[in-house]
């Protein structure tokens, strides 16, 4: 079963990718509400998958933020969560994200 952590601001959210996640028979290891403790917790939690908001990350340095936690965590696909399909898209890959999905897809 593939094993993921869920880091988004809002509840909501989280809650609505639990669901959605447990649909695709998929384990929810954990869950933050903020980046802090993403870190803390993912290289702890034994997960596959990363799914962030992408206004989770540091807005100044989202590449170093996912920089840091490769170091620690090499192995897990990080998929970034985001609102528009804008420039974000691009800046999403570029900072070293896996994947990216529309929050409203």
């Known amino acids: 079963m593939t094993r993921v952590y869920v880091a988004d601001a809002k509840p909501e959210e989280r809650s609505a ?7 695709l028979k998929m384990e929810v290891a954990g869950e933050a509400a903020d980046w802090f403790t993403t ?3 993912v290289p702890i939690s034994r997960v596959d ?3 962030v908001d992408w206004d989770l990350l540091p807005n100044n340095t989202p590449n170093v933020a996912l920089d840091g936690l490769r170091k ?6 990080v998929v970034v969560l985001i ?6 898209k691009q800046a999403a890959l570029s900072v070293g994200a896996d994947a990216f ?3 409203g897809e």
């Open 72 to 77: 620690t965590c090499p192995a897990v696909l």
């Open 17 to 23: 990718l639990r669901l959605l996640l447990l649909d």
């Open 83 to 88: 609102s528009h399909l804008d420039a974000r």
């Open 101 to 103: 999905i529309s929050k």
């Open 39 to 41: 870190l803390v917790q």
């Open 49 to 51: 998958v990363l799914l």
